[in-house]
């Protein structure tokens, strides 16, 4: 049984995508003058007059030396306010992409690895250079057809490396999610490293982004757009996501990539695009989509950590009331938040042993040693939810008419991620 809130005029909820999205399935050189060789005389008065300029030369740099620090390395030219460049993000991102082949075949080298059919792409979310190991998330689909094969090219390697699902369990088919694990030697002497995790909660309409991935199956490149759109609910094969869309060009193979913002970091991991249908006259042009990082990311760990996905249950649904959208300032940036209230309580659910009811509006919630996260939006709970785990205990801020309240709710369980259709 369920408590409802009674449908009003200034209850809304986020539009659906109509049409369902399918899966792609996969000068001459001028010659320089000759030089004439300088007489004996002239040369040793030369060679004299450069040792003369070296010793100088060494004498000021020892001296500089000792009046300042000694330059840092792997600085990259990263804009800090939004500002896209678009060489200086890929020059950061790069070490961070993979590839991605699937295959039946028991050994594969740099050439039968661009031969495979199943083709895509991952990013290194977590390494170990000492032991040789890392992990790389990627989509569901990307693997799917032959998990027992499954070949990665880093991005300065020419040798592919098998990879295996971190255990059998260890993706969703819903969230389009899957955890790869890899050990070896060429990790080790690889420059390939750990990404750099964004907040998606925090991207805007208009942002540049670039999308680093795999295009049907050619080696790793690097596409330029913007977010197009920072939530839109899309029916991809049959399933109903949450996805950014972003006008990034994108091709098969990039599913399971990088899409990474103008600071780079990974805000979201490439999943679909809209195609052609000739048939009907429809010819498109950049209409991609990318699963929220704050989705992605905490799906991934929360596979690590129980070997299958698994969501938290809070027996809360939420509506957005239709008022004025009010801004905030978070990290320079004005972010748009709605007014989010309670809509369903399950009867029996955690939601109701805490002390909700319906109606009420949620300001933000915290857990752990994550405080205050403004409910932004009727998704920002679902953003943490993976996070979660029986026993844990969430603090809500809410407003209940004009009175503020803080709410103790305890996970009293979960269920498996792929259990619904949880958009639909």
């Given at each position: 049984?369920?408590?409802?809130?009674?449908?009003?005029?200034?209850?809304?909820?986020?539009?659906?995508?109509?049409?369902?999205?399918y899966?792609?399935?996969?000068?001459?050189?001028?010659?320089?003058?000759e030089q004439?060789?300088?007489?004996?005389k002239?040369?040793?008065?030369?060679?004299?007059?450069?040792?003369?300029?070296?010793?100088?030369?060494?004498?000021?740099?020892?001296?500089?030396?000792?009046?300042?620090?000694?330059p840092?390395?792997?600085?990259?030219?990263?804009?800090?306010?939004?500002?896209?460049?678009?060489?200086?993000?890929?020059?950061?991102?790069?070490?961070?992409?993979?590839?991605?082949?699937?295959?039946?075949?028991?050994?594969?080298?740099?050439?039968?690895?661009?031969?495979?059919?199943?083709?895509?792409?991952?990013?290194?979310?977590?390494?170990?250079?000492?032991?040789?190991?890392?992990?790389?998330?990627?989509?569901?689909?990307?693997?799917?057809?032959?998990?027992?094969?499954?070949?990665?090219?880093?991005?300065?390697?020419?040798?592919?490396?098998?990879?295996?699902?971190?255990?059998?369990?260890a993706?969703?088919?819903?969230?389009?999610?899957?955890?790869?694990?890899?050990?070896?030697?060429?990790?080790?002497?690889?420059?390939?490293?750990?990404?750099?995790?964004?907040?998606?909660?925090l991207?805007?309409?208009?942002?540049?982004?670039?999308?680093?991935?795999?295009?049907?199956?050619?080696?790793?490149?690097?596409?330029?757009?913007?977010?197009?759109?920072?939530?839109?609910?899309?029916?991809?094969?049959?399933?109903?996501?949450?996805?950014?869309?972003?006008s990034?060009?994108?091709?098969?193979?990039?599913?399971?990539?990088?899409?990474?913002?103008?600071?780079?970091?990974?805000?979201?991991?490439?999943?679909?695009?809209?195609?052609?249908?000739?048939?009907?006259?429809?010819?498109?042009?950049?209409?991609?989509?990318?699963?929220?990082?704050?989705?992605?990311?905490?799906?991934?760990?929360n596979?690590?950590?129980?070997?299958?996905?698994?969501?938290a249950?809070?027996?809360?649904?939420?509506?957005?009331?239709?008022?004025?959208?009010?801004?905030e300032?978070?990290?320079?940036?004005?972010?748009?938040?709605?007014?989010?209230?309670?809509?369903?309580?399950?009867?029996?659910?955690?939601?109701?042993?805490?002390?909700?009811?319906?109606?009420?509006?949620?300001?933000?919630?915290?857990?752990?040693?994550?405080?205050?996260?403004?409910?932004?939006?009727?998704?920002?709970?679902?953003?943490?939810?993976?996070?979660?785990?029986?026993?844990?205990?969430?603090?809500f801020?809410?407003?209940?008419?004009?009175?503020?309240?803080?709410?103790?709710?305890?996970?009293?369980?979960?269920?498996?991620?792929?259990?619904?259709?949880?958009?639909?």
């Amino acid at each position: 049984m369920k408590y409802n809130l009674d449908a009003q005029d200034n209850i809304d909820k986020i539009p659906y995508d109509s049409q369902p999205i399918y899966r792609q399935t996969n000068t001459n050189k001028r010659r320089k003058p000759e030089q004439k060789t300088p007489p004996s005389k002239l040369l040793s008065i030369v060679v004299c007059l450069l040792v003369v300029l070296n010793v100088v030369l060494c004498g000021l740099v020892i001296n500089l030396s000792k009046n300042s620090n000694p330059p840092e390395t792997n600085i990259f030219n990263i804009s800090t306010d939004g500002t896209l460049d678009v060489s200086a993000v890929a020059d950061k991102t790069k070490s961070s992409v993979v590839a991605i082949h699937t295959g039946s075949i028991s050994s594969v080298d740099a050439n039968s690895f661009y031969s495979l059919t199943n083709r895509g792409s991952g990013i290194i979310i977590d390494g170990d250079k000492e032991s040789g190991t890392c992990y790389i998330l990627t989509c569901y689909h990307v693997v799917k057809n032959n998990v027992s094969n499954i070949w990665v090219l880093m991005s300065d390697s020419f040798n592919p490396v098998k990879a295996s699902l971190v255990y059998t369990t260890a993706y969703s088919k819903m969230y389009d999610i899957a955890v790869l694990k890899l050990s070896s030697d060429e990790y080790k002497r690889s420059a390939s490293k750990p990404c750099e995790i964004g907040n998606s909660s925090l991207v805007r309409d208009g942002d540049g982004v670039i999308a680093y991935g795999n295009p049907q199956g050619t080696g790793l490149s690097v596409t330029s757009g913007e977010i197009s759109k920072t939530i839109n609910l899309v029916n991809v094969d049959g399933v109903y996501h949450r996805l950014l869309k972003t006008s990034a060009p994108i091709n098969g193979g990039n599913s399971g990539g990088g899409l990474f913002n103008a600071e780079g970091e990974l805000i979201g991991i490439v999943n679909a695009k809209k195609n052609d249908d000739p048939s009907k006259g429809s010819y498109i042009d950049n209409i991609a989509f990318a699963i929220p990082i704050d989705v992605a990311y905490s799906l991934a760990m929360n596979m690590l950590k129980n070997q299958r996905p698994l969501k938290a249950q809070t027996g809360l649904s939420f509506a957005i009331q239709n008022t004025n959208i009010v801004y905030e300032k978070v990290n320079g940036k004005l972010l748009p938040k709605q007014t989010i209230l309670v809509k369903e309580i399950t009867e029996g659910s955690a939601g109701e042993l805490a002390g909700f009811e319906v109606g009420d509006e949620i300001v933000s919630f915290s857990y752990g040693e994550t405080t205050d996260v403004s409910m932004r939006n009727l998704y920002s709970l679902e953003d943490h939810i993976f996070n979660l785990s029986v026993g844990d205990t969430v603090v809500f801020k809410i407003k209940r008419g004009n009175v503020e309240k803080t709410l103790n709710l305890k996970i009293k369980n979960s269920v498996a991620a792929d259990s619904q259709d949880w958009y639909r």
